[in-house]
T-cell receptor, first 112, second 113 residues
Framework: SQELEQSPQSLIVQEGKNLTINCTSS?????LYWYKQKYGEGLIFLMM?????EEKSHEKITAKLDEKKQQSSLHITASQPSHAGIYLC????????????FGPGTSLSVIP | SAVISQKPSRDICQRGTSLTIQCQVD?????MFWYRQQPGQSLTLIAT?????????ESGFVIDKFPISRPNLTFSTLTVSNMSPEDSSIYLC??????????FGPGTRLTVT
């Protein structure tokens, strides 16, 4: 089974709507990363969370890490077509951060 | 943050040949990694490139197939050896900063025919 799961697998929303993507681990995480990927391109770093209960925001994107450090959510407010892409969560499973595994990704489409 | 470049950006290679991918960072970094992203899949860590010593490979990846060099703190190469169509993927270099943030290069899209 996947060590890191994401839900939903894909999402289609109307422009202006809010949405949430979840990332769940079966193990306690030392760090949780969120990235955005456009088709066939590299990964754009969005943010990293390290502490239980931590929350970070960048523009209209907010990410939270739960107190147990096993689940994270990414919330987009008032979505825009520019938010479309694949969102990937990555998890550092060691204190040295030298092994980061990735979830399967969530494909987001935003309809104008 | 870090600015990472990769060469080549894409290539089409014949079965049985080898391709070396270069990764250059604009600043010295402690950690450099190589990932593979197969078509329609997420990322899989191939190895950690260690400066001055042999790379640390993940389960399922071996040095003979994916030799890695890291001569200094800003540069690394990954070679995909004796290629087969199953090696067709995007290969991504990433670096870890002192604050544990991890940034990715633009990737190398490899097609093996």
């Amino acid at each position: 089974s996947q060590e890191l799961e994401q839900s939903p697998q894909s999402l289609i929303v109307q422009e202006g709507k809010n949405l949430t993507i979840n990332c769940t681990s079966s193990k306690t995480l030392y760090g949780l990363y969120w990235y955005k990927q456009k088709y066939g391109e590299g990964l754009i770093f969005l943010m990293m969370l390290q502490k239980g209960g931590e929350e970070k925001s960048h523009e209209k994107i907010t990410a939270k890490l739960d107190e147990k450090k096993q689940q994270s959510s990414l919330h987009i407010t008032a979505s825009q077509p520019s938010h479309a892409g694949i969102y990937l969560c990555g998890a550092a499973l060691k204190t040295s951060y030298d092994k980061v595994i990735f979830g399967p990704g969530t494909s987001l489409s935003v309809i104008p | 943050s870090a600015v990472i470049s990769q060469k080549p950006s894409r290539d089409i290679c014949q079965r049985g040949t080898s391709l070396t991918i270069q990764c250059q960072v604009d600043s010295q970094v402690t950690m450099m990694f190589w990932y593979r992203q197969q078509p329609g899949q997420s990322l899989t860590l191939i190895a950690t490139a260690n400066q001055g010593s042999e790379a640390t490979y993940e389960s399922g990846f071996v040095i003979d197939k994916f030799p890695i060099s890291r001569p200094n703190l800003t540069f690394s190469t990954l070679t995909v050896s004796n290629m087969s169509p199953e090696d067709s993927s995007i290969y991504l270099c990433s670096v870890g900063t002192g604050t544990y943030e991890q940034y990715f290069g633009p990737g190398t899209r490899l097609t093996v025919t």
